[in-house]
């Protein structure tokens, strides 16, 4: 174990993370991410074809039909787009990370700017074994409020607003 110092940001973090670590794969956890064996059976199993990369399909902790339907919804939209989320686990070729650039210095939306340039080499590795992300956000700020928000951040992002003002948008998003 080494402990990495880094600017604050996930971007720079990450890249910070990827900089150091061995092997021909990166493989990016949340920190509020939880995996199973068979996530790791399925991930160790897809590696045998060498994949450019992939992601991990999503179940949110919490409890209720609410939480399962996101997290299937997510599911299906990222299978559809082939952009996957930071909390999906994307896992990527080294040489392919690299080659890219790693993930843009940005503040917000990191993880679907570098599945936008992933995807024009290839399209994901889908692994269905769900990884157990928090449900935390989703609980305090309200699950339906939640969506709403996290689909307007989305949207505004595809349609070019900065992520500088996302970032503020999503931190003021959690207190409303």
Excluded: K
């Amino acid at each position: 174990d080494r402990l990495l110092h880094s600017p604050p940001g996930r971007a720079r973090q990450m890249n910070a993370g990827a900089a150091q670590a061995g092997g021909d794969y990166l493989w990016f956890l949340h920190a509020d991410t939880r995996l199973s064996p068979a996530c790791l059976a399925a991930l160790q199993q897809a590696l045998v074809d060498e994949p450019g990369w992939g992601r991990f399909d999503l179940r949110l902790s919490g409890a209720g039909p609410s939480l399962w339907l996101i997290g299937q919804m997510i599911n299906l939209r990222s299978r559809l787009t082939g952009i996957a989320s930071g909390d999906q686990g994307i896992f990527v070729r080294r040489e392919l990370f690299e080659s890219l650039g790693g993930y843009a210095d940005i503040p917000l939306m990191e993880d679907l700017e570098l599945c936008r340039r992933l995807r024009r080499v290839a399209r994901p590795r889908c692994l269905r074994p769900p990884l157990s992300t928090s449900s935390r956000r989703w609980e305090q700020h309200g699950t339906w409020r939640t969506v709403w928000l996290m689909w307007r951040l989305r949207l505004a992002y595809y349609r070019g607003v900065s992520p500088e003002l996302l970032a503020g948008r999503y931190r003021g998003g959690a207190r409303r």
